[in-house]
């Protein structure tokens, strides 16, 4: 089997998990407000994730015997917690399409395949839990709304 192809695929996908780290990890660093200590925990958590992938994938690119790059992607960081959700949740989906991409290219190689699909699936259950909190997003942020509306209505 040609590696070539899956080589250069496998190092995107690394640009794209060193991108997490240091996307995941300025999450963790610049959240502010009430939620603050929920949220730069998960943030950190899929920091250390990413870094995890990103092991992962430089050693199979050395296996399969070519050279991991040491590069990643413009990070994307705000501190509106909704909007930086949504750069989560992108960031997630992007990472199933290339891992899913990359399962293509590996056709043929069961054990690549098998490694492959490991970390798709955890991608993918990111996918699903940022898809989740998007879901509840405006609810956690107007918590304070809703006990002033209920102190109105026993006043």
Known sequence: MDYAPVIEILN????HEWTGVAQYSQNSFIH????????????????????KHAQLIGDK???LGGVPVATRN??????????????SLEFESKAVE???????????DR???????????????GVDEYSKLLRNTDAAQNVGIIEDDSKKKIG
């Open 32 to 51: 502010e407000g009430p939620w603050r200590e929920v949220y730069a925990e998960k943030f950190l958590g899929d920091a250390k994730e990413s870094f």
């Open 74 to 87: 413009e990070i994307r960081q705000s501190k509106d917690l909704k909007e930086v959700l949504q750069y």
């Open 61 to 63: 690119i050395v296996a």
């Open 12 to 15: 995107e996908i690394l640009k």
């Open 98 to 108: 290339m891992y899913t991409k990359a399962l293509e290219l590996a056709d043929g």
């Open 111 to 125: 054990a690549l395949v098998v490694f492959l699909e490991d970390i798709l699936l955890q991608e993918q259950e």
